[in-house]
């Protein structure tokens, strides 16, 4: 297909969408594998009213814990340090990769076996450890294909996910050495038996945290690969990473949040593994690590928290079902985002993490057709949130009154007054007869190119005569 | 970090606004507003003059406030919110008494019936009566089926139609169910499913001018799908759906083309086009 003249300047998000639309075997592999989950999602939640009961109970537990956040810190922090559980505060991820680095140089650690973390990925561990000499190795099968492959994450749960079989066999084949083939199981035990050795030779292992409970000091961390439970349990130390709205009140929050999150992002009643963290290893005890650290990463969290309507971001369990349903994530996947977060969450979280004006266009990158509000467990009303973050995009702030990073980056004088035009047009009843005259009368007139509308369409033509002029006839008529 | 104290329900904005089943009035009431939007002004003129039949022909008396214009729609998702809100308030202050509004149109009507209690949260004179409009705004074909509880005599011949719904209809209007019954009165018409049926069309207001490729891509997908689904009809009650549904089916110059539910159902029963 010949491509049409367009308009030359083309943003980074846009251009980036191309790409990945243009790669047919990346579009195929996505397709494929979110039909799938939403498959097994509904699946998961025969019962209708069983799942909305649930969704509510999650939203209210999300939001009864974010509204004594602070308090709710304080007293984790109190129970893990009473169970022996070193814990560290980072308001940037700078301060967090010192901390880890810290505890690495104290331990002279040079090899780090990692579980699934994303807010890992937000530090971008990998990397600030390998500058100072220690590996970093992967043991989640998905993060460790990518990272192999030398690849960010490209959705939350599933990291490879834009990879097929055969995709991963010539990876493995061209990395490792491995005869090629494309029986998963196979591929699966190659990888199991590369880590599991490396789980015995590193010095520190980091894991992510799911729940965070307060009342007990206890981390909560799910897995299906069992490398969560080894990671955190071989090496001597462990170093759990999270963000700070992680935290809920009760042991009792974590069974509804538990059952929302497995049965959102799989289909799955339960994963495979629970591991429940409340201390290092006690005299006596056979194993377990000698040091157990929580790192609590804030990253601009506390400023979603601030806003009443924006604080609803924090609810999110990172289950990726608002991903997996998204018909634009599903057509251009993970990597387009550029960011650690995919999707519609990634859109609405990323730009408290990195500033607005770095991700003006994630809040665009949606139809707003409400699939991801209506599979969310804990409700969060990602649509309004969209919207409420292309409003700041284009809103510049009033001095010392910013509600946001980056806040206005987008604000252009020219859009701006299209739409006080537009206002006026629509609020003025004379203006807008004389409009609709001149519309329908002249609609041999209408260009048959309308910028990027007819790149995939017919220009729409205004019909000969309005509705409004239709009706007053019609209904002069009758009357 | 300075956290409230108490408990804040977040019910500020919810994301499925119709949880609660709405309750119907018991009668056809006499009269009823109707809110013809701005793209069937324009561009499906014919839609609103159905839907104005439909109606009469269920001895409704039919007023068309000839102020009206726009429901603010495009400048609301677009994030300019003050217009939005100068706009809403124009049509507002047209729908005075006490008749339902009807809205051919599932998105605009879902800004009537939830979003405008957003735009006038911080004035209570007018969320009094954003609300009060919002408890009697009906969806066309919900208004059909639920308050005039029509009875459809078919009396074309058998065909085979697949149904549109528009995202925020489907998800704030529940408009698919009203759609689907509507065409299951119809004898001779049989709806055949198309393949993902409840994902969006690609339209999304300024989405598709913001995001031309991927709003390009998922509209090429809706099309295929409707195409491979052996209809020779699809009917849609959105008219930014139809609007580009029917663009991309023209570019294509594929035989298929996507008419308003109101027009369908209206030649379908005997009403001359």
């Known amino acids: ?479 | 970090m300075n956290a409230p104290r108490t408990f804040v329900p977040q019910a500020t904005r919810t994301a499925e606004p119709d949880a609660a089943p709405r309750t119907y009035p018991e009668h056809k009431p006499e009269r009823i507003y109707l809110f013809g939007t701005c793209v069937v002004d324009l561009f499906f003129p014919e839609a609103g003059m159905d839907a104005i039949r439909l109606l009469e022909r269920e001895g409704i008396q039919v007023v068309f406030p000839q102020a009206q214009s726009c429901c603010g729609q495009p400048a609301y998702t677009s994030g300019y919110t003050d217009q939005a809100r100068e706009v809403a308030r124009a049509q507002l202050a047209l729908f005075d008494q006490d008749w339902p509004v009807v809205v051919p149109s599932g998105s605009c009507a879902g800004m009537f019936r939830h979003h405008y209690q957003e735009l006038f949260a911080g004035e209570p004179d007018t969320l009094a009566r954003a609300r009060a409009v919002a408890e009697r705004t009906y969806e066309l074909a919900e208004f059909l089926l639920h308050v005039c509880r029509v009875e459809l005599h078919d009396q074309g011949p058998p065909t085979e139609v697949a149904l549109h719904t528009s995202c925020s209809a489907r998800r704030e209007m529940h408009t698919h169910h009203h759609g689907r019954a509507l065409l299951d009165q119809l004898s001779g018409v049989r709806r055949v499913d198309h393949d993902h049926e409840s994902e969006c069309c690609g339209f999304g207001g300024t989405f598709c001018v913001r995001m031309p490729d991927i709003s390009g891509a998922m509209v090429a997908d809706k099309t295929r799908s409707l195409r491979d689904s052996g209809a020779t009809r699809v009917v849609s009650a959105d008219a930014g759906c139809l609007m580009n549904i029917n663009g991309a089916l023209k570019k294509q110059r594929a035989p298929l083309q996507g008419q308003h539910l109101a027009s369908f159902l209206w030649q379908r029963t005997g009403g001359q086009p």
């Open chain 1, 1 to 479: 297909m010949s491509q049409p003249a367009r308009i030359p300047l083309r943003d980074e998000f846009n251009s980036r969408a191309r790409d990945a639309l243009g790669d047919a075997q990346l579009r195929r592999n996505f397709r494929g594998a979110m039909d799938s989950l939403m498959e097994k999602r509904a699946a998961a939640f025969s019962d209708a009213d069983e799942r909305e009961r649930l969704r509510t109970l999650g939203n209210h537990i999300r939001a009864r814990a974010l509204s004594r956040l602070p308090d709710l810190l304080e007293q984790l922090e109190s129970n893990l340090t009473a169970n022996g559980i070193q814990v560290h505060w980072a308001e940037t991820t700078e301060q967090a990769n010192r901390i880890v680095l810290d505890i690495a140089e104290r331990r002279q650690a040079r090899q780090v076996i990692k579980g699934k973390s994303m807010v890992s990925e937000e530090m971008d561990m990998n990397h600030v450890l390998a500058d100072h000499g220690i590996e970093c190795l992967e043991s989640d099968m998905g993060e460790y294909i990518i990272q192999l492959d030398h690849e960010k994450p490209s959705h939350i749960i599933m990291p490879a996910i834009h990879k097929n079989a055969d995709q991963v066999a010539r990876l493995f084949e061209r990395e490792l050495g491995e005869p090629y083939t494309r029986d998963v199981n196979e591929l699966i035990q190659t990888g199991r038996r590369i880590l599991r050795q490396k789980f015995f030779d590193a010095d520190i292992g980091v894991s992510g945290v799911n729940f965070a409970v307060a009342e007990t000091g206890t981390l909560v961390l799910v897995e299906n690969e069992g490398n969560g439970r080894m990671s955190t349990t071989v090496p001597k130390v462990h170093i759990a990473v999270t963000g700070i709205e992680k935290v809920v009140a009760h042991l009792r929050d974590v069974v509804p949040l538990l059952s929302l999150l497995t049965r959102s992002a799989l289909g799955q009643p339960i994963t495979t593994y629970i591991n429940m963290i409340s201390r290092p290893r006690q005299a006596g005890e056979r194993d377990g690590p000698e040091e157990v650290h929580l790192v609590l990463l804030d990253n601009g969290r506390s400023q979603a928290f601030a806003d009443g309507e924006l604080r609803q971001t924090l609810n999110c369990i990172r289950c990726g079902a608002c991903m997996n349903h998204c018909p634009v994530y599903t057509r251009v996947g993970g990597h387009t985002y550029g960011e650690v977060y995919p999707g519609p969450i990634g859109a609405i979280i990323t730009p408290h993490l990195v500033g607005l004006d770095k991700v003006p266009d994630h809040p665009s990158a949606s139809s707003l057709c409400g699939a991801c509000g209506e599979v969310c467990p804990v409700r969060i009303p990602i649509p309004s949130l969209l919207r409420r973050l292309r409003e700041e995009n284009v809103s510049r702030p009033d001095p010392g009154h910013a509600v946001m990073r980056g806040q206005g980056s987008k604000y252009s004088a020219l859009e701006s007054t299209v739409w006080k035009l537009w206002r006026t047009l629509y609020t003025r009843p004379l203006l807008y007869r004389l409009f609709r005259f001149f519309a329908t009368r002249l609609r041999a007139l209408t260009p048959s190119r309308l910028g990027p509308w007819t790149e995939h369409r017919g220009a729409p033509k205004p019909a000969a005569r309005s509705l409004h002029e239709l009706a007053r006839k019609h209904l002069e008529q009758s009357r």
